[in-house]
T-cell receptor
């Protein structure tokens, strides 16, 4: 059990569509980060949410947006999907104060056709 | 830009062989260092981490890593690998901005295949 829950586990979308991925952090964690892991690559940081605000952002276009809810869960939205958006999307949670590390979810495998 | 380099893309070993996976990073400030393992179809699992103190860090499943600040390195080692260690291994660095939640910068990963 990863402690971080992501849904769905897999999905297939068509180019140009929009997608929403969901993440529930580990109990007690208040910060959620999203990463994109392309095939054969290490995860790349998309953005991080804390107190319902985007706190940091990686080098991803505005088509990638997110949200954090009062219960600390989070969504990742991707608009105008491209074939290159096909990847494993990972959610990681952490505790902002007294940081000890990140706990990763199992990811959502997105395939864009 | 800060980066993390893992020297080996794919390592093939026989059971009982010793393992060392290289990791170097490019950042001159304070860092937190991590090694994660990803078994096929599973989530990233933390093997070990270094925040401060003793540069030789022991993790789960018999893995250890040594932080050498002068070389900007954090190499992963295991004296004797098992078939069950077959997985992909990722080195990651978090830039420590003194309390700010810096994000993780990952290497590209090293795939380890252990032959029974």
């Amino acid at each position: 059990d990863a402690g971080v829950t992501q849904s769905p586990t897999h999905l297939i979308k068509t180019r140009g569509q929009q997608v929403t991925l969901r993440c529930s952090p580990k109990s007690g964690h208040d910060t959620v980060s999203w990463y994109q892991q392309a095939l054969g690559q290490g995860p790349q940081f998309i953005f991080q949410y804390y107190e319902e605000e985007e706190r940091q952002r990686g080098n991803f276009p505005d088509r990638f947006s997110g949200h954090q809810f009062p219960n600390y869960s989070s969504e990742l939205n991707v608009n105008a999907l491209l074939l290159g958006d096909s990847a494993l999307y990972l959610c990681a949670s952490s505790l902002r104060v007294s940081f000890h590390g990140y706990t990763f979810g199992s990811g959502t495998r997105l395939t864009v056709v | 830009a800060q980066s993390v380099s893992q020297h080996n893309h794919h390592v093939i070993l026989s059971e009982a062989a010793s393992l060392e996976l290289g990791c170097n990073y490019s950042y001159g400030g304070t860092v937190n260092l991590f090694w994660y393992v990803q078994y096929p179809g599973q989530h990233l699992q933390l093997l070990l981490k270094y925040f401060s103190g003793d540069p030789l860090v022991k993790g789960i499943k018999g893995f250890e890593a040594e932080f050498i600040k002068s070389k900007f390195s954090f190499n992963l080692r295991k004296p004797s690998v098992q078939w069950s260690d077959t997985a992909e291994y990722f080195c990651a660095v978090r830039l420590n901005y003194g309390g700010s939640q810096g994000n993780l910068i990952f290497g590209k990963g090293t795939k380890l295949s252990v032959k029974p």
